[in-house]
């Protein structure tokens, strides 16, 4: 399929962050290969669109290292990202970072989901204990760095009482999922059965992120939601996008199914329709390596 997707031309390729251009646990694939990547794409007159749940992360751990990339290179095409799973996206260029929409919480709405993830946690009788050390670890070095305005001090104030379970940014409250699947699955329940019409829960490994559900016009807003509008900006259909994420993640599968030609990179998967998208990428190389490969393919290097 992906030789299909280069012969029907390529204009703009879209991909997750973690685990699909960039792997935590390997260091050919950090933060600076996944840029230098977007940037390889850029260079070709292709469109790039970043599609994550990252946000205030995004912001500070990625956009200053792809804007001294589009620097290097006088790059003018700009670097979009659908950020907080298409709560929010951006525009980026080499002079700066343009936000083209926000669907954000206030601070009550913050106060109430965080209201209800606590009333959650404490009906399960969930301790600290009980949470996945990783997700705590990554929260607790959030809560301790400076966030540059990117994240307001009130936020930041709101999550720090919490010591790590839960991180509140503009777009988005997060929190970490128990380690056993079990509890994780009925502290998400009792979330969603809580938590008002507006907001909806999304998850990925180690994390649930309560976001706002729709726009108010009522259309639903997630990593596809972002994928539209951009097409839309820049006068792209579907049929010339290739997409990369997960497709085990409720986040990702979504997106991946909804575009021709929506490949994913985990090992786990099984097509149910060969024929039908999600494509599995085979190789024996890493997952995140099987990426990169596919899209070097996809650029002619």
């Not at 929190?175 to 009925?186: E, G, I, Q, R």
């Not at 990369?244 to 979504?254: K, T």
């Amino acid at each position: 399929m992906l030789a299909k997707a280069k012969r029907q031309g390529v204009r703009m390729i879209a991909s997750d962050i973690d685990w699909t251009i960039r792997d935590p646990n390997d260091a050919r694939y950090d933060m600076s290969s996944a840029q230098q990547l977007c940037s390889r794409i850029m260079k070709r007159g292709i469109y790039t669109l970043i599609l994550t749940g990252r946000d205030a992360s995004f912001q500070r751990d990625f956009v200053p290292g792809i804007r001294t990339f589009l620097k290097k290179n006088s790059m003018t095409l700009p670097l979009y990202a659908g950020c907080a799973n298409g709560g929010s996206l951006y525009e980026i260029s080499a002079y700066g970072i343009q936000m083209l929409y926000l669907y954000g919480l206030a601070d009550d709405e913050v106060d109430s989901c965080i209201s209800i993830v606590s009333k959650s946690m404490d009906t399960l009788h969930l301790h600290r204990e009980n949470f996945q050390p990783q997700g705590i670890t990554v929260f607790i070095k959030f809560l301790s760095t400076s966030w540059n305005g990117i994240i307001p001090t009130n936020l930041l104030a709101k999550a720090k009482k919490f010591k790590g379970i839960v991180f509140c940014e503009k777009s988005k409250v997060s929190f970490v999922l128990p380690k056993n699947p079990a509890k994780s699955d009925a502290l998400l329940s009792g979330i969603r059965t809580l938590l008002p019409k507006r907001y909806s829960v999304k998850t990925d490994q180690e994390y649930g992120h309560i976001t706002r559900a729709r726009t108010d016009d009522g259309k639903l807003i997630d990593k596809s939601f972002a994928l539209q509008y951009v097409c839309k900006t820049t006068r792209t259909t579907l049929a010339h996008v290739v997409i990369f994420g997960g497709v085990l993640d409720e986040i990702d599968r979504r997106m991946l199914t909804r575009c021709p030609y929506g490949f994913t990179n985990q090992k786990e998967y099984t097509p149910i329709n060969p024929g039908k998208p999600p494509f599995k990428l085979n190789g024996k190389t890493s997952p995140v390596a099987l990426v990169h490969e596919a899209i070097s393919y996809l650029i002619n290097e």
